[in-house]
């Protein structure tokens, strides 16, 4: 038929066609042209414009626009017919327009069909006539019809990109959310890709449009498969988040959490996923729905995962488990288990300072409150990781490194892995704050306390021994709370010291006898609470009881100068003496006796006789006795002390003398 012309004889005919015989013309072709060969062919070519003008006929009824349409789709379908015309807007894109609100439904789903054909010709899409055909789609859009609600969304994809703002401002926003939120199981995952991606657009065109667009249909745009989507319902819902904080829970609701994880699992959009589920999980309310717990293990298996290479987004995640963990109950879930490790994993993989503190602040979440978590964390080598996290990083991350081992060891619970090493880690960097800063940091002293408090056995070891001149310096320079955490730990070692090797409190006690002019300042000056446990180390210190006789006044005689000198007892020690002094009644000693002891001689007393050796008067001016434990505490008395007994006429004789207690 084609051959012999068939389709060359209606043309000649078809523009004085009644309506009728128009439409049987048009079937005609129909039949034709549904050959693709024939669709394709040179005469097919020669009917598309006639075909168009046939369309803007008010008498061609809607039998004939569908079977001119269907001719036109079996054409220009075909991206290389399409090619071979240059047909204006006005000629094609027209003639649709008014067809869009056709009461048949069958002639509106082919004149979109058609438009989604033509929209993909860049000319046509940039065209200003273009946009008279957005309203009669977005009005195609409302009638619930998948078929035709699919064609009008394909035809718009083509021009969405070029005419977001129009497509809103016709309600396309509103309308689109209906069709991307149908709960209808036989809705074509096209028809709801296409309306995902056409809303894409808007959005990625003006930020002004975020608000219209309903919280649920956002969170389904991420479970696109098209990028820009994903992309621009991630940006959109961060701003929703941030303008509007209640916004996070109708996120939850909807299902972003899992979409979220999805997309991490995906390794797509990580970054910006990986925020928005950390915004979401720093949500108190949030964090106490059912649904947070099933993040858990996604989030472990994301940090664990070998393709997850993105280190913005494993911040992010990692924060996000923090989050997580800031409540108790998830804290103690099983699958808590399976996030220390990951979170031992994120240490061991030499991470930056601020990925350690956000994975080390997560840890402490984990451990505070499980007794099992604490082994998972030591199982999974976490103990030596942090000891090295310690030792290698700036001080902010190291002193987080030291208060998770206060929590780790805070119990018996890992009390295998409390080990030399573990105090040793610790002293190292109480000596490299000091030498960095000239003090140090009482987290460190803490964590000490806490390996020595649940664990007396590492209170004899060498690094225990070690660690006293950097406590003794902390107790100098430190502020209150480091000298508190100091104290607490000098007590503690004194307190092991009967059950130690005989060598090893001795290497302490004299260590720790530097400390003895601090204690006695933090007896007179610091805090009350400081005294009991300062009183008590100070007796057990050894040190050295210095007393200097300086002068004696009112040694009389009746003839001559008495030639004074003063004898000297303490305890079973053998006597001392002074020098004699012949002078006058005011004798100036100015001498000085030391005595070192293993620890103070406590409720032992001094005996000071005064004594004259010359002929012509008495033997002796009298004795003063004198309790030495009131020094200890002080560090340095000093007064004049009576003889007795008292001269029976005259000014009573005393001596002047000054005792001291120190570590020299």
């Known amino acids: 038929m084609v051959k012999a ?4 004889s209606i043309l000649d005919i078809l523009h004085e066609a009644p309506d009728f015989l128009g439409a049987a013309f048009a079937e005609l072709l129909r039949i034709l042209t549904n050959n693709a060969s024939i669709a394709k062919g040179p005469s097919a070519a020669k009917v598309v414009e006639p075909l168009f003008l046939q369309l803007t006929r008010p008498e061609f009824g809607p039998d004939g626009q569908h079977s001119a349409l269907q001719v036109l789709v079996n054409i ?54 273009t946009q008279q055909v957005i309203g009669p789609l977005i009005r195609v859009l409302s009638s619930g019809i998948h078929i035709l609600q699919q064609r009008a969304v394909k035809a718009l994809v083509s021009i969405a990109l070029i ?88 996120m939850a609701e909807s299902g972003a959490i899992e979409a979220l994880l999805e997309l991490l699992r ?57 989050d997580l963990f800031q409540n108790e109950g998830l804290a103690r879930s099983t699958d808590a288990v399976s996030a220390c490790r990951a979170l031992v994993n994120v240490l061991e993989e030499q991470p930056t300072e601020e990925m350690k503190v956000v994975a080390i602040c997560a840890l402490q979440n984990l451990v505070m409150y499980s007794r099992s978590n604490k082994r998972a964390v030591a199982e999974a080598g976490g103990v030596q990781v942090v000891l090295d996290v310690i030792g290698s990083s700036d001080p902010d991350t190291s002193v987080q490194a030291a208060m998770f081992v206060k929590l780790l060891f805070s119990n018996h619970t890992i009390q295998e892995y409390a080990s030399s090493e573990t105090v040793r880690a610790i002293t190292a960097a109480i000596e490299k704050d000091l030498w960095a800063t000239g003090t140090v940091n009482e987290e460190y002293l803490k964590a000490l306390n806490a390996l020595f408090s649940n664990f ?10 070690l660690s006293i001149p950097h406590l003794v310096t902390s ?23 009967s059950a130690c090797p005989a060598e090893v409190s001795r290497a302490q006690s004299i260590a720790a006898a530097d400390a003895i002019p601090l204690l006695q300042y933090l007896i007179q000056s610091g805090p009350p609470r400081f005294q009991e446990k300062a009183e008590f180390l100070l007796q057990c ?18 003839v001559g100068n008495p030639s004074v000198y003063c004898k000297i007892t303490l305890g079973s020690t053998p006597p001392r003496q002074t020098k004699v002094v012949s002078t006058g009644p005011n004798p100036e000693f100015d001498e000085s006796f030391s005595w070192s002891f293993e620890s103070p ?21 009298g004795k003063v006795t004198i309790q030495i434990d009131r020094v200890v505490m002080l560090g340095a008395v000093a007064g004049e002390y009576a003889l007795l007994p008292q001269s029976k006429s005259g000014p009573s004789r005393n001596l002047e003398i000054e005792f001291q207690w120190s570590n020299k």
């Open 266 to 322: 995906s390794h797509q959009c990580e970054e910006t996923a990986a925020r928005l589920l950390e915004v979401l999980l720093n949500n108190v309310k949030i964090r106490e729905s059912k649904v947070t717990k099933s993040a858990i293990l996604p989030l472990s298996q994301y940090l664990l995962d070998p393709q997850t290479q993105a280190q913005q987004a494993r911040l992010l995640a990692t924060l996000a488990l923090g």
């Open 5 to 8: 012309g068939v389709i060359e």
């Open 541 to 558: 210190l050894p040190g050295t009881l210095v007393v200097i006789i300086k002068r004696g006044n009112n040694m009389k005689q009746s």
């Open 475 to 497: 107790l100098k320079t430190g502020s209150e709370a480091t000298q508190e955490a100091a104290l607490d730990a000098l007590f503690l070692l004194r307190q092991a010291w």
């Open 163 to 250: 005419w977001p703002n129009e497509i809103a401002k016709e309600g396309g926003v509103s309308e689109l959310s209906k069709v991307i939120l149908q709960a209808d199981p036989s809705l074509p995952h096209a028809l709801w890709e296409s309306a995902a991606s056409v809303l894409a657009s808007i959005l990625q065109f003006s930020s002004e449009f975020y608000l219209e667009v309903p919280v649920a249909v956002l969170v389904r745009l991420l479970r696109s498969g098209l990028e820009s989507t994903v992309v621009g319902a991630l940006n959109a819902l961060l701003v929703l988040e941030s303008d509007d904080g209640t916004s996070a829970e109708a």
């Open 456 to 465: 007396p056995r590492l209170r004899a070891t060498e690094p225990a021994t």
């Open 601 to 621: 001689p406590k409720g032992q007393k001094l005996h000071i006789s005064c004594k004259n050796k010359s002929k012509m008067g008495k033997s002796s001016f």
């Open 76 to 129: 220009l379908e075909h991206p290389q017919c399409r090619a071979d015309y240059t047909l204006t807007s006005h000629q094609t894109i027209e003639p649709l327009i008014p067809l869009l609100d056709s009461p048949a439904p069958a002639v509106q789903q082919l004149a979109a069909e058609l438009l989604s054909h033509l929209l993909m010709e860049e000319h046509l899409q940039k065209d200003p006539v």
